[in-house]
């Protein structure tokens, strides 16, 4: 996969993950304006909006990563692994589009 290519498919990624943090938003504006319910479905409601918290974090944490991955490209060192300094594996970008270790040093 070349450096262009890679960085078509992230920015296509990147626009999937703001998309779905701007949901993510919609919803906790949403909710937490509400306060006028009893008790048992204020209790639903804040585990929700746990769940949608957990995701909110992992879509920005994603985002970073994604940020991370295309400033990489930008000054030719995104196929290294950030670790090490080896060619990160071609087999690895397609299972991870914003990888930027190689397997031998990715966080298991
Ligand atoms: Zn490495």
New binding site residues.
Partial sequence: MSANQRKTQLEQLREEVLERIQRYEAHQRHTRGALDKDLEEQALEIQGDDVVDLLDNEARAELAQIEKALSRIDTHVGDR?E??G?LIETQRFHALPYAT??N??AIP
């Fill in positions: 692994c670790v090490c080896e270790r190689c031998e040093c």
